[in-house]
């Protein structure tokens, strides 16, 4: 659980992100025209997704910075051919289904991915779970 405010320009662009994954992965499935594609890349578009999403993107940005919180505070680390191998099985992915990639963002993914998997594995061998009914 996080109590954080999240600057509007983070949830701008983690918002716009994963609007922009569901749009290739929708180009990807059912190829859109120009026009289609332009419609649903509008402005007007984009802000009613970040509305209509808001509390998700939220509580995935909070879960982000929990993440990150508790990977900073319990020193871990990756080992860099994991991250490595890993930005190289994605770019190859990327290029089978003949998709633009920043390798940038690639490797900045990678390294979210890889340490949200570290976290849980952490959180699994450490962590007390009550269960409480009511």
Same mark, same amino acid.
């Given at each position: *659980?996080?109590e954080?405010?999240?600057p %509007?320009?983070?949830?701008d662009?983690? #918002?716009?992100? $994963?609007? #922009?994954?569901? $749009?290739?992965? *929708?180009?990807?499935?059912?190829?859109?025209?120009?026009?289609?594609?332009? @419609? $649903?890349?509008?402005?007007k578009?984009?802000n009613?997704?970040l509305? +209509? +999403?808001?509390?998700n993107? @939220?509580?995935?940005?909070?879960?982000?910075?929990?993440? #990150?919180?508790?990977?900073?505070?319990e020193? *871990?680390?990756?080992? @860099?051919?994991?991250?490595?191998?890993?930005v190289?099985?994605?770019?190859?992915e990327?290029?089978?289904?003949?998709q =633009?990639?920043?390798?940038?963002?690639?490797?900045? %993914?990678?390294?979210?991915?890889?340490? #949200?998997?570290?976290?849980?594995?952490w $959180?699994? =061998? +450490?962590?007390?779970?009550?269960?409480? @009914?009511?």
């Amino acid at each position: *659980m996080v109590e954080v405010d999240i600057p %509007q320009s983070l949830f701008d662009e983690q #918002g716009r992100q $994963l609007y #922009g994954s569901s $749009l290739l992965e *929708m180009q990807t499935k059912i190829k859109l025209s120009e026009q289609q594609l332009a @419609t $649903l890349s509008s402005p007007k578009a984009v802000n009613e997704y970040l509305e +209509h +999403h808001r509390e998700n993107i @939220t509580n995935l940005i909070k879960q982000n910075l929990a993440v #990150g919180d508790i990977y900073k505070r319990e020193n *871990m680390q990756l080992p @860099t051919e994991d991250i490595v191998k890993e930005v190289e099985n994605s770019i190859a992915e990327f290029k089978r289904q003949k998709q =633009e990639y920043d390798e940038e963002r690639v490797k900045e %993914q990678v390294q979210e991915i890889l340490e #949200g998997a570290k976290v849980l594995e952490w $959180l699994r =061998e +450490h962590a007390e779970v009550q269960y409480i @009914t009511i």
